[in-house]
């Protein structure tokens, strides 16, 4: 990963932004280390146009030293941000001739031919799997023309293209398509956050922003269900609230097989209590409301305490205790 | 009443989507037990000790040593002919001089003899004329029935499962740590951190995982066989939104099973609630050192020995998972032997013949 490729190329005369050290031979004429490409981009133009634009500008002048540009060019990656686009890594699998490295005999296929141009071609589908890039047919077909239909690099991208589908959506607590290459705001991924955690589906989310001056991005994010608001009703005032706590939680009760159905009627009762309990009433603790702040201290959480208090009137005769930044806040 | 911080999914907190340091939090608002009032803020913010280690260190370089590339020897890349010895790290060789091993002995002879008591005492008490296992492999299971295998209340129980991540092995930044909470849960919990070392070596870092380590006595292995009849893998936990994958690790006396495992992923959706997955044994896929095979077949859990939860999602940050136990759940309407299609190989294949 740390070797250094000492590969020299032969600059091009045109240079999207690049800045080149000054130097005897002439512009067109001088030997510049493959990097250089990628380092002379100053940070701030340093976006997808330029690291295609190397791509292509490497095309056009070379026919050899593949390997080298594309292990110089996957160091660059992330710092140009284009790690998680496909059409990148297309670019990057075109460089590498087409038809030339296809085994033709036996031993060619059953041996790694062409061993360091299937290494590279691996380590760049590696990069794009790490990076959870979803591959499809054409990247299959790049790959196929360059390496042949079965070889070693070849056989990297059909497993890639059978297993990341199958477990792509494999989460059912999230749908990846809701955040996936979608520049979402603070508050609306909290508010994707909030749908994920809350496990009952009658939960409503909702969004209050403050018109302030001084900070115009203020926000809280409330989800609470009915049941909740409910459960919430039902204390009493000024409730001692570590008295009361839920009865541990029998998810699979342990059944004996016995015959005795004289106390049936209890039995029956008993079942019927123990099925209205809502999902809210967890093992230790009931869980009556969940939110989002847009800061994390006391302060921001007690005004999301406010606003729950105007759909929750109980909720001022109770005692809250914050514990937010360290110090608790009664 | 409670307001206590939930670390937040992970997918939040991707460098694209958030700006670093941004402030979102999600809070829960609860009702507490009252054992729990006194507890400590659970979820601090972890130091990594070794990266201020290697930045302090001068001169030699605190890293292991490059791996050789040769036509002879062995390869790095982990495929089943390939393992070097059973723990599946090269060059591993734990020698121990007479002394040590005398020392440790009073220890070993202790802790030995109370397994043998312990085992003992439960043939003597499961010495019946009724065969459960007989009754449960001719199909006495019902339906919705669950058995829990292991719970994590008490220290012992804590004590069979072993936690580890990159920086151990000096293979990276993370950090992780596996403990008990005060409701009779385990929370693993820690610090994900991609960075790699830069030693030419690793090239991928970012890992933390817990694996069980039950053994019988004299150092047999215990086989999880009597999961055999159940259809679902069953554990009670409460995540912080990241995925992590449960491994079932069934390495065997011959060296191409030594890293054999079958893996699916454990997603998780955060916040407050406990969350009850149950993984069927049937979705399981074959791994060799983490990495998918070609040749896919079905879990066979009379040669599984250990179970492992790992995390290795890419993303940096803190992450806690807390665990109430670990059970299997039998659904009698599930009928799925296998998910994945079990395609006929050609002679040649990745495996050899």
Redesign the interface.
């Known amino acids: 990963?740390?070797?250094t490729f000492f590969s020299l190329f032969r600059s091009p005369s045109v240079q999207k932004g690049c800045r080149l050290a000054s130097n005897a031979a002439p512009v067109e004429n001088r030997l510049v280390h493959i990097e250089n490409q990628f380092e002379s981009v100053p940070p701030p133009k340093r976006d997808k146009d330029a690291f295609m634009g190397a791509i292509a500008m490497f095309k056009e002048k070379r026919g050899r030293g593949h390997v080298e540009f594309i292990n110089s060019s996957l160091k660059f990656i992330k710092e140009y941000?284009v790690h998680?686009d496909l059409d990148t890594y297309k670019a990057l699998l075109n460089v590498f001739p087409k038809g030339k490295m296809i085994p033709q005999n036996t031993f060619q296929k059953?041996f790694l031919h062409y061993p360091m141009q299937q290494n590279c071609c691996v380590k760049v589908l590696d990069e794009m799997e790490?990076?959870?890039v979803q591959p499809d047919k054409e990247i299959h077909d790049i790959v196929v023309n360059a390496f042949g239909e079965w070889n070693f690099a070849t056989?990297k991208i059909k497993?890639m293209l059978y297993?990341m589908p199958?477990?792509k959506y494999?989460?059912?607590?999230?749908d990846r398509r809701t955040?996936e290459g979608k520049?979402?705001s603070?508050c609306e991924?909290?508010g994707?956050?909030?749908k994920?955690?809350?496990?009952d589906p009658a939960t409503n989310v909702s969004l209050v922003k403050f018109k302030n001056d001084i900070m115009a991005n203020e926000w809280i994010v409330l989800a609470q269900s009915p049941s909740q608001q409910r459960l919430l009703k039902q204390?009493n005032a000024g409730d001692e609230?570590?008295?009361?706590?839920?009865e541990p939680l029998q998810?699979?009760v342990k059944e004996e097989m016995d015959e005795d159905y004289t106390n049936w009627y209890e039995d029956w009762l008993k079942r019927r209590e123990s099925s209205k309990r809502t999902?809210h009433e967890?093992?230790?603790?009931?869980?009556?409301?969940?939110?989002?702040?847009?800061?994390?201290d006391n302060d921001t959480?007690f005004r999301?305490?406010e606003e729950?208090q105007k759909t929750n009137k109980n909720l001022e005769n109770?005692?809250?205790?914050?514990?937010?930044d360290?110090k608790s806040l009664i | 009443?409670?307001?206590?911080?939930?670390l937040?999914?992970r997918?939040?907190c991707k460098s694209?989507?958030?700006p670093s340091g941004?402030?979102?939090?999600?809070?829960?608002?609860?009702?507490?037990?009252?054992q729990?009032?006194n507890q400590k803020?659970r979820r601090s913010i972890m130091t990594n000790p070794l990266k201020d280690k290697l930045q302090k260190a001068q001169g030699e370089a605190n890293v292991l040593e490059k791996k050789k590339r040769s036509v002879f020897a062995r390869s790095t890349v982990p495929v089943n002919i390939n393992i070097p010895n059973p723990k599946g790290i090269p060059g591993y060789d734990p020698t121990y001089s007479a002394k040590e091993l005398l020392e440790e002995l009073p220890r070993t002879i202790k802790k030995q003899s109370k397994l043998v008591a312990k085992e003992v005492a439960q043939m003597a008490k499961s010495a019946s004329l009724e065969k459960p296992e007989f009754l449960e492999d001719i199909g006495l299971l019902r339906h919705n029935e669950?058995r829990?295998e292991f719970r994590f209340d008490t220290e012992e129980n804590r004590s069979l499962w072993h936690s580890g991540c990159d920086s151990d092995w000096k293979e990276g930044f993370s950090t992780c740590s596996f403990r008990g909470t005060d409701?009779g849960t385990a929370e693993f919990s820690g610090h994900i951190s991609t960075q790699?070392v830069?030693?030419?070596r690793?090239?991928?870092a970012g890992w933390a995982s817990l694996k069980l380590e039950d053994r019988r006595s004299f150092n047999r292995k215990k086989f999880l066989s009597r999961w055999r009849n159940f259809s679902h893998l069953l554990l009670?936990v409460r995540g912080d939104?990241r995925?992590y994958k449960v491994m079932l690790h069934s390495p065997l006396s011959m060296d191409f099973t030594w890293g054999d495992s079958f893996s699916y992923?454990l997603?998780?959706?955060?916040?407050?609630?406990?969350?009850?997955e149950k993984i069927p044994f049937s979705k399981f896929f074959h791994t060799v050192a983490g990495r998918?095979q070609?040749r896919q077949y079905k879990v066979n859990l009379e040669d599984c020995s250990s179970i492992g939860i790992v995390l290795m999602d890419?993303i940096d940050g803190d992450f806690c998972l807390e665990i109430?136990y670990i059970g299997v759940y039998n659904d009698t309407t599930h009928t799925e032997d296998f998910a994945?299609e079990t395609y006929t190989l050609p002679l040649?294949n990745?495996h050899g013949f």
């Open positions: 990963m740390s070797k941000g998680k059953i790490w990076h959870g056989k497993r297993w199958k477990l494999s989460n059912k607590y999230l955040v520049s979402l603070d991924l909290a994707v956050a909030l994920m955690m809350s496990r204390l609230l570590t008295t009361r706590s839920a998810e699979f999902i967890q093992q230790n603790e009931v869980i009556l409301a969940l939110g989002a702040i847009f800061r994390y959480a999301w305490v729950l109770l005692r809250i205790r914050l514990r937010i360290g | 009443m409670l307001i206590q911080r939930h937040l999914p997918f939040l694209s989507l958030v941004s402030n979102i939090t999600a809070l829960s608002f609860s009702k507490e037990a009252p729990e009032e803020p669950a829990v409701c790699v830069k030693d030419g690793v090239e991928r009670k939104g995925s992923p997603h998780t959706h955060g916040g407050p609630y406990w969350q009850y998918i070609d890419r109430d994945y040649f990745t």
